[in-house]
């Protein structure tokens, strides 16, 4: 990491904040062991006994990246859980990701449901999002993929959604400045009501406070990360993927959608500077997966070659109806941020304060 994070302070030392963060807050409660495999057996138990008699127990969103990937192989084969598989189809599927879906819900024999957004507002609210010229242009289809999940998981009655989430390859937090809150329903209407022309009549939404309060406290659902409770590492479990199922492997964390290898690999760095293999490959130096120095060699160069990314600039913008004209002229446009627009910072980061205080929230996040 480095001041592209504009709040990133280091100590005499050298070390960084969120060093500093992972070895205070994080790695003391943090028992990818013997410990914690016994925490999520008996989780795991509970899951079961009270899913008896109907055809799931639990609810997994998967991309096709490794994480949502592996945790399902881990809650089907360690855990004993039966599984719906829950796939949100946003309109940017790369081939791999297709390929990996239906590859590990055919080995592990688990029913699959895919809830297909609407194309033409999918397009509309993607082309808000360009037009406001601030840097989190994946709000879109994250706010899809986590609103689909959980509405969907309210609706039917899912008492336990199991996530890909986890300390091992994400325990350095992309700064919000780089990428705000996907969640934060007011920005994404302001930006939409400002940029956009159609109307979005059935485009998954919720907010931060639907998550947070009323689905577990009313709705009772709770949200399990079993991956923080075995060894993970993630070369080991693409391996293990690719072996058993023909898993096939993509160059870098969410390259499996392919809007998101375009924003983050050349749109991100390009227009913003903020290059978010850095807070990637921080999470993998801290956990031991990578060295700093094979860090800094990957990160001197581009994620995209000149030749890929003329192809890709221009697919990007006839899908989403730009000229490469005007998408070129939106990326030398004026940059603007979250703060340009409505949104709910207050009330998220006081809710993020009190879980820090409670002792939920271990990752920094600002």
Partial sequence: ????????????????????????????????DARGESEMLSIAERIRKEGRGGDHDCIIGVSGGVDSSYVALLAKEKLGLRPLIFHVDAGWNSQQSVNNIEKLVDGLGLDLHTEVVDWEEMKDLQRAFFMAQVPHLDTPQDHAFFAGLYNFAAAHGFKYVITGANFSTECVREPLEWHYHATDLRQLKDIHSQFGSRELKTFPLTDIFTHKLYYPFVKGMRVI???????????????????????????????????????????????????????????LILTGQMSREEAIEKIAKPAYDENTIEHEFEYVAHKLDFTVDELRALMNGPNKSYRDYKHSMFMIDLGTKVLRILGVQKMMVR
């Fill in 225 to 283: 990360k079993p991956l923080n409770n075995f060894r993970y590492v993630k070369d080991e479990a693409m391996q293990e993927l690719a072996d058993r199922f023909g898993w096939q492997k993509y160059a870098h964390k969410h390259y499996e959608s392919r809007f998101t290898r375009f924003y983050e690999g050349y749109w991100l760095p390009i227009k913003f500077g903020f290059d978010k293999r850095r807070a990637h490959f921080s999470s």
């Fill in 1 to 32: 990491m480095d001041t592209s994070d504009s709040k990133i302070s280091f100590d005499q030392r050298g070390r960084c904040d969120y060093c500093n963060n992972y070895h205070a807050n994080i790695l003391p409660n943090w028992h990818p």
